[in-house]
Nanobody
Framework: VQVEESGGGLVLPGDSLRLSCTVS??????IGWFRQPPGQEREAVSCISGTGGTPWYRESVKGRFTVSRGIAKNTAVLQMNNLKPDDTAVYYC?????????????????????WGRGTQVTVSS
């Protein structure tokens, strides 16, 4: 199983970025987006199930970030709008073959058995 993220970069506050995640080697999985700000622990940003259902979002990104499944099998996109300096972090994509993502519970890193290497997002003026 391989997981790969892409799409990070350096942007100004208020700008947008689009992160993509590709999971190969699994027919279906929940895809979770996590981030790790400098000097902090990894935190959940969003997740989307591979079997349908409402995605989960971190409170601080609601209304700004949108997660969706891609056209290709087992892919996902995280559209990030109105970025803020507090969004600066390394963003990781994780795959959970058990599809545990629901809108009711905060996704936990241990639920995601497969991870990408991460992509840096820096929001700075």
């Amino acid at each position: 199983v391989q997981v790969e993220e892409s799409g990070g970069g350096l942007v100004l506050p208020g700008d947008s970025l689009r992160l993509s995640c590709t999971v190969s080697g699994l027919d279906s999985s929940a895809i979770g987006w996590f981030r790790q700000p400098p000097g902090q622990e990894r935190e959940a940003v969003s997740c989307i199930s591979g079997t349908g259902g409402t995605p989960w979002y971190r409170e601080s990104v609601k209304g700004r970030f949108t997660v969706s499944r891609g056209i290709a099998k087992n892919t996902a996109v995280l559209q990030m709008n109105n970025l803020k300096p507090d969004d600066t972090a390394v963003y990781y994509c994780g795959a959970d073959p058990s599809n545990r993502c629901t809108v009711f519970f905060t996704p936990r890193p241990y639920e995601y058995g497969y991870w990408g290497r991460g992509t840096q997002v820096t929001v700075s003026s």
